[in-house]
């Protein structure tokens, strides 16, 4: 946790239930942190606004940033969407136009309060980076800047649905999430009598967002609304993009400061998808230092020079041997004073008979992996401190097809996202490709660097996806993620191609025969090798960290089974957040997640995934329990998904459904 701070230079104030009445009569509840003079000498005000619940599920994060902020002179207002947390209404969806016109609402209620100065800042991290953005293209006049973490421009191509068209396992996995997370009830003590009520007609009108997410196999105005790459120019609020290398949504900060007109500076880490205050791997830094001096600048006006810092910030991280987690990442911190940068010049090595950058392939190579290709990758974006980093990838690379690169006389810096051109032809009208870029180092090992994949379907357009013509050769182009990686003298490059990658994505319905005939990857590589930090942070502070007694330690576990039988190989993954107990409002919270991944290596249509969630709330004489159970199979031509959710108040059944989905598969 970052270093405690107190003695703030304006003494703070705690509203914990303010509520903001929407148009159309529905009641916010929204948690505030004011200078208690506010009234007296005006704020700006900053929003976050997430569908997570304030009472328990942010308030880790929540304590050690906002009252920090308020102290600084600001007015944190934290708002549950409706739908969730201790608010009215329905949730239907992420980032709806009633999301976002509930935002703005919020922006506007917050400038026309006594305590506001008149500016407004939004900020969020996933879900509140992502609605940042959002709220910030549709304008509303108070807003002056956004701080926006872990989010992404791309609903479709860069969120946790179709990555390159692909169907990622996250989109199942973050459904049941959800389907978990908003069932638990509202606190009785804020909402009152009718919780009861609205916990109940929540439920009844839970949406199954695995229905909604999967039947949308192709980039379509669904998907358009509310990626704000259809339209940068929209933005004019000032932005601050935050993210981190382990994380799934490393490719924003890149993008926003390419394409923004508007004020926009990035910095990535290499964390997970965590506040970089308290996030790991370290280095941590000095977030709030960093947002203060934003909103300084935009939302007071304080000439601090904060347009002036570099345009883009990153941790450059050496190569260590591969585990599932580690506690700290060695490298060092380069700036760039412009993205794209002219320090960065792109290298291109050509794929050869198994070589990388030496010469030509002479014969096309093809490969046909396995359906468990892919079980040494790790979560798209980690975020548990467990083990969900990628591992060693040396099983992995021995089901692709492989490119060696010489060994390395002088360091590489990789600095932006590798691109692997491809001249191939596949023998099934549907099919996909892993592309993986990986450190071969001296003790042997095989580290990820980065990793791209692309559904052969969508290689010229996902808005137009076309199926594949068996035997007729195609050109296509699979970009990796955005990457700073320093690869050491001595060691070698590898590009590892793969048509499978499970639980990662999702595999194609016949087990593909690809062709490579040839190609070529395209490596940023940065100018002038960093020997130090060329920017620096201040250390990490905080706020008094949330009070409360643990009453069950978190936990976390990942194997893999192989029935010895069917051949079956199985991912299973628990997770345990624990349970504890709000010391100054007595909320009792606590969760347990297990995942099972399964796939036959030989037959894609086996591929199975089975989730369970299990949420407990209450006080002592008041205990709630949810579980939200879902499976997922696929045939040939159909996706078939279950669900069930049971609420359950002290000890009896208070609701139950269940839902039976089919859905064709048209691309994927």
Request: hydrophobic share 35%; net charge negative; proline share 7%.
């Amino acid at each position: 946790m970052p270093e405690t701070e107190s003695g703030f230079a304006r003494d703070v104030r705690v509203i914990e239930d303010q509520p903001i009445v929407m148009p159309d009569g529905c009641r916010l509840s929204a948690r505030i942190w004011l200078p208690i003079d506010a009234e007296k000498s005006p704020v700006p005000a900053i929003v976050e606004h997430l569908p997570y619940r304030k009472r328990d599920g942010t308030i880790v994060r929540d304590s050690l940033t906002h009252p920090w902020m308020a102290g600084q002179g600001y007015g944190c207002i934290r708002v549950d969407m409706r739908g969730n947390g201790d608010s009215q209404g329905l949730m239907e969806d992420e980032y709806t136009e009633q999301e976002l016109s509930d935002a703005c609402a919020v922006i506007a209620w917050a400038a026309a309060q006594p305590w506001c100065a008149g500016t407004v800042g939004m900020m969020g991290i996933s879900w509140g980076g992502f609605n940042s953005l959002q709220v910030a293209a549709l304008r509303p006049p108070a807003l002056k800047a956004i701080i926006t973490l872990c989010s992404t421009v791309d609903r479709f191509a860069d969120d946790i649905h179709f990555k390159g068209g692909c169907l990622l396992g996250e989109n199942f996995g973050w459904a049941a999430n959800m389907l978990s997370y908003s069932s638990r009830p509202p606190d009785p003590l804020l909402a009152g009598e009718g919780w009861r009520e609205m916990w109940l007609d929540r439920l009844e009108n839970m949406p199954f967002l695995a229905r909604e997410w999967l039947s949308r196999q192709k980039r379509d105005a669904y998907w358009k609304h509310g990626s704000v790459c259809e339209d940068y120019s929209a933005i004019e609020a000032a932005v601050l993009s935050i993210g981190g290398w382990h994380d799934g949504y490393r490719n924003t900060i890149s993008h926003l400061v390419e394409n923004l007109t508007a004020p926009v500076k990035g910095i990535v880490g290499p964390w997970i998808h965590k506040y970089p205050h308290y996030a790991g791997p370290e280095p941590r830094i000095g977030f709030l230092q960093e947002a203060k001096r934003w909103w300084d600048r935009w939302l007071k006006g304080v000439d601090n020079g904060a347009e002036n810092l570099p345009d883009y910030r990153a941790w450059l991280m050496d190569s260590i041997a591969p585990q599932r987690w580690v506690d700290e990442r060695p490298g060092r911190w380069i700036a760039e004073t412009e993205w794209p940068s002219p320090n960065i010049a792109e290298k291109r090595l050509e794929l050869g008979d198994g070589s990388l950058g030496e010469g030509a392939m002479t014969g096309p190579v093809t490969i046909s992996s396995p359906g468990d290709c892919g079980s040494q990758g790790g979560e798209y974006f980690p975020f548990a401190y467990g083990p969900e980093l990628p591992d060693e990838q040396t099983p992995d690379d021995c089901k692709s097809v492989c490119f060696d690169g010489a060994t390395l006389s002088e360091p590489l810096d990789i600095v932006g996202a590798p691109r692997l051109s491809i001249t191939a032809s596949s023998d099934q009208p549907m099919a996909l490709l892993a592309v993986r870029l990986c450190d071969l180092r001296p003790d042997g090992s095989s580290a990820l660097i980065s990793i791209g994949v692309l559904n052969l379907t969508h290689r010229s357009s996902s808005e137009a996806p076309e199926l594949l013509v068996p035997g007729e050769s195609f050109v296509a182009t699979v970009t990796l993620d955005q990457i700073a990686y320093r690869l050491p003298a001595g060691h070698r490059l590898r590009v590892a191609v793969s048509t499978s990658y499970w639980p990662y994505i999702w595999p194609s319905p016949a087990q593909a025969a690809v062709t490579i005939k040839q190609g070529s990857l395209h490596m940023p590589l940065r100018c002038g090798t960093a020997r130090g930090d060329e920017t620096r942070f201040e250390k990490p502070v905080g706020a008094a960290p949330w009070r409360h007694e643990n009453l069950r330690p978190s936990a976390s576990t990942r194997v893999m089974e192989r029935d010895p039988d069917s051949g079956v190989v199985s991912t299973i993954i628990f997770n345990d957040a624990g349970e504890n107990r709000d010391l100054d409002h007595g909320l009792i919270s606590g969760s347990t997640t297990r995942e099972v991944w399964s796939i036959d290596p030989l037959d894609p249509q086996s591929a199975t995934a089975k989730v369970r969630w299990t949420q407990t709330s209450g006080r002592d004489d008041w205990r709630v329990n949810t579980i939200a159970e879902m499976e997922m199979r696929c045939d040939a031509d159909w996706f078939h998904i279950s669900g069930h959710l049971t609420a359950i108040e002290n000890g009896q059944t208070v609701f139950e459904r269940s839902w039976d989905e089919r859905i064709a598969r048209k691309f994927v």
